[in-house]
């Protein structure tokens, strides 16, 4: 019952430090999507994939890459990280790209950069 | 473009009464619309959605909402509030032909009072 798995859940960073965030899902799902949450700004959607190999961006992709190795893997990595990155990120999935199904989502990394 | 607007950022309602949640969308394409609800520090769990079926759409935990073309809504209701439900709720909007838009409004915050 894992479905979207977020790690780590918490993490302080210093200006300029580079870092992964995880996200593995269990559901075979094709579609894999991030976004950050900054307050009053619901969601916004940064990369996303429609299956392994295969990536794009979203609306915020700038300093965020992604890469798509597996379907089960969708890191997001923050090459330098910047106090603007602060934010809560979360990962999702939903089972076909091409579809108007809801995504599932992680229960999120709170990022922070000093 | 689609975007999605959330007439109200913090709602208060006594446990026991009814609630009622604004979302109003914009879209050029038919679209299928969601809520999510965020409890504290947790990810987006799918209250419900709307897909081009009923208007009239039941979701979990007694919510519903009715899809009003007309009037461009999907609002968010429920006869009877419980503590459980205070959290942050989003309305999303999934219009363009691929399913890859998500585009979230910024949230509503409920609060339950005794």
């Known amino acids: 019952n894992a479905g979207v798995t977020q790690t780590p859940k918490f993490q302080v960073l210093k200006t300029g430090q580079s870092m992964t965030l995880q996200c593995a899902q269990d559901?075979?799902?094709?579609?894999m999507s991030w976004y950050r949450q900054d307050p009053g700004m619901g969601l916004r959607l940064i990369h996303y994939?429609?299956?392994?190999?295969?990536?794009d961006q979203g609306e915020v992709p700038n300093g965020y890459n992604v890469s798509r190795s597996t379907t089960e893997d969708f890191p997001l990595r923050l090459l330098s990280a910047a106090p603007s990155q602060t934010s809560v990120y979360f990962c999702?999935?939903?089972?076909?790209?091409?579809?108007?199904?809801?995504?599932?989502f992680g229960d999120g990394t709170r990022l922070s950069i000093l | 473009a689609q975007s999605v607007t959330q007439l109200d950022s913090h709602v208060s309602v006594s446990e026991g009464t009814p609630v009622l949640l604004r979302c109003n969308y914009s879209?050029?394409?038919?679209?299928?619309l969601f809520w999510y609800v965020q409890h504290p520090n947790k990810g987006l769990q799918l209250l419900l959605k709307?897909?081009?079926?009923?208007?009239l759409v039941k979701g979990i935990n007694g919510f519903e909402a009715e899809f009003k073309k007309s009037e461009t809504s999907f609002h968010l209701t429920k006869p009877s509030a419980h503590m459980s439900d205070a959290a942050e709720y989003f309305c999303?909007?999934?219009?363009?032909?691929?399913?890859?838009?998500?585009?979230f409004g910024p949230g509503t915050r409920l609060s339950v009072l005794p």
């Open positions: 999702a999935s939903k089972e076909e790209p091409l579809s108007n199904q809801p995504q599932h």
């Open positions: 559901m075979n799902h094709e579609y």
């Open positions: 994939s429609v299956g392994a190999g295969i990536t």
């Open positions: 879209s050029s394409y038919s679209p299928s």
């Open positions: 709307y897909t081009s079926a009923a208007t």
């Open positions: 999303v909007v999934s219009s363009d032909n691929y399913g890859q838009n998500f585009v």
